[in-house]
């Protein structure tokens, strides 16, 4: 006989039930609503693709789970070189300040990981303490011990440069087995967790002394997945001549075309990044050219930050669906009773043939799935029993994450950035730059004479008037049929002839006086040196006739 109040505690246990059902329906429906980007990533993780990584032990074979910090951090360059190559005087140039544990010297000095951050006051937080830091993204590093950790460190202090990104310097890459056992640690899996995380890795070499050691070559193949992360500093080119330098960056070229496996090739940026004079000053310009586009790339970082973690999560999501597909094969194809250990071997074995079968039937890119070797590794010690077969929802799950979610998100990545400036990064090296006469092509090209008094055309026109006189000018104008026969002579194309005529066109009568005449032969002459026009005639190359009484 049903005791009182069961039929009550049951028919509101069934209510309780179906009103989650019909949220969770109404939920479905209705897109999730987010306030910025990384809110959303981390909704998105947590909801969607962590209960995936979590039932395959996506963790215990790739990566561990992101936490909030990894998605409010601020933008992380790594830079990764052999010994002496100048990094940590890379990090001091940048910031234009030494930092906490910071070693310099010809021989291997930093023998740690340093995370250069902003704090409020100049200190060292040693790794133990760091990895127990929620507000930092490096909780999950505790997973490799304590070899590790007295080797990673916190320096903080209050910096400009800081404020927008961190940096993490790392140990100088020896050469030789011996090394690589001493480290205590695996130290090309430390690289690899880093690289997943950061949104710069700048590789650095010496020009003076270029060899790629085989750990170095261990560590870039390590970076894999990540080139689109990777740029290369060919550090200390002043040390050496012109011709010798094409060498050492032809070879370089070469060198790293074997080891980074992809058909883009890796921009290179050339020069000798410290605040020292030039030993060899000949390629002056080029380097001053290089490290401008270097710094643009840097503060470009905090405005593709969003964009970058949405493109990592994603890239996350597509490896365990993957990994979802492998665990649940192999949990497939498991004996239940005897044989267990023989079974697991043979599968190890054959894991190559078990990729081409999910490749065949998801419809999968070889390029998504991990590698063989590393896998068939780990998969030595896992106990395959407790693998668990294939679950279809949380699959959906992710799919529908990367198939709508994803898209809005975008959406909002475009908004957010729109509102950034563009470059980002202030202080430090990054500060007044393009300031003064010292700014890149000041006094150059079309900006020569800039601060002079005389028109810097001036001193040519005498040179320009006997061919104007020969154009047959009427009422001291020539017309554009005229001047094209002359300035064809250029052999400039008619479009970029077709600009210098709109910008010696002062007066836009369609004529040219001598004055103007002169003007457009200066331009053709800028061109021929090979510098850019400006998109407007700038006050200082305005004919003297021509200006507007003060």
Not at 99 to 113: A, K, L, W
Not at 317 to 333: M, P, T
């Amino acid at each position: 006989m049903e005791q009182p109040g069961t039929a009550a505690a049951a028919s509101s246990a069934s209510g309780r039930m179906f009103s989650w059902v019909s949220k969770d329906a109404r939920r479905k429906k209705e897109p999730e609503l987010f306030q910025t980007v990384a809110e959303g990533l981390r909704q998105l993780y947590a909801q969607k693709l962590l209960p995936l990584e979590e039932h395959y032990r996506f963790h215990d074979f790739h990566s561990p789970a992101l936490e909030d910090a990894d998605f409010d951090n601020k933008p992380m360059v790594l830079l990764v070189g052999q010994y002496s190559t100048g990094k940590t005087t890379f990090i001091r140039h940048l910031i234009e300040q030494d930092f906490p544990g910071m070693r310099i010297g010809p021989e291997p000095t930093t023998d740690s990981f340093i995370a250069v951050m902003h704090g409020p006051t100049e200190g060292v937080v040693p790794g133990n303490a760091l990895v127990v830091d929620p507000r930092r993204p490096f909780r999950k590093l505790n997973a490799f011990g304590n070899a590790f950790l007295n080797r990673f460190m916190c320096a903080q202090l209050p910096n400009p440069v800081l404020d927008s990104i961190s940096i993490i310097d790392t140990p100088g890459i020896l050469s030789g087995e011996k090394q690589r056992i001493s480290r205590g640690y695996d130290f090309a899996a430390v690289l690899e967790w880093f690289a997943e995380r950061v949104d710069r890795i700048i590789l650095l070499f010496d020009a003076h002394k270029l060899d790629i050691s085989d750990e170095f070559s261990e560590v870039i193949k390590a970076l894999k997945n990540h080139e689109d992360k990777i740029r290369v500093v060919l550090n200390k080119a002043d040390q050496i001549e012109t011709q010798q330098l094409m060498r050492v960056y032809g070879a370089l070229m070469w060198s790293l075309g074997k080891i980074i496996n992809t058909p883009e090739v890796v921009r290179v940026y050339i020069g000798s990044f410290w605040s020292h004079p030039l030993l060899i000053p000949d390629n002056r310009k080029l380097f001053e050219a290089e490290e401008q586009d270097l710094f643009k790339d840097i503060q470009s970082l905090p405005r593709n930050a969003a964009l970058r973690k949405l493109n990592d999560l994603i890239k996350r999501a597509r490896l365990a669906k993957v990994h979802a597909y492998i665990i649940s094969s192999l949990k497939k194809e498991m004996p239940n009773v005897f044989g267990k250990e023989s079974k697991k071997k043979e599968l190890v074995n054959n894991l190559g043939e078990i990729y081409q079968k999910i490749e065949r039937e998801h419809q999968i890119s070889p390029g998504d799935f991990p590698s063989l070797r590393k896998m068939q590794e780990l998969l030595q010690s896992q106990d395959f029993s407790k693998f668990q077969a294939l679950k279809p929802k949380l699959l959906d799950t992710v799919d529908d994450m990367l198939a709508n979610d994803i898209a809005r998100l975008m959406v909002m990545v475009r908004q957010e950035e729109s509102l950034m400036p563009a470059q980002a990064v202030k202080g430090g090296a990054f500060e007044g730059t393009m300031n003064g006469p010292f700014g890149h092509g000041y006094g150059e090209g079309a900006g020569e004479g800039i601060d002079d008094v005389e028109w810097v055309v001036g001193k040519d026109k005498p040179t320009y008037d006997e061919i104007f006189y020969t154009l047959s000018p009427v009422n001291g104008k020539i017309t554009g049929a005229n001047a094209k026969k002359e300035m064809v002579k250029s052999k400039l194309p008619n479009t970029v002839l077709g600009k210098i005529w709109k910008l010696a066109d002062v007066d836009r009568d369609g004529l040219l006086d001598d004055e103007e005449f002169a003007l457009a032969n200066h331009l053709i002459k800028v061109k021929l040196e090979g510098h850019e026009l400006p998109a407007d005639l700038p006050p200082h190359l305005i004919p003297p006739s021509k200006r507007r009484p003060q």
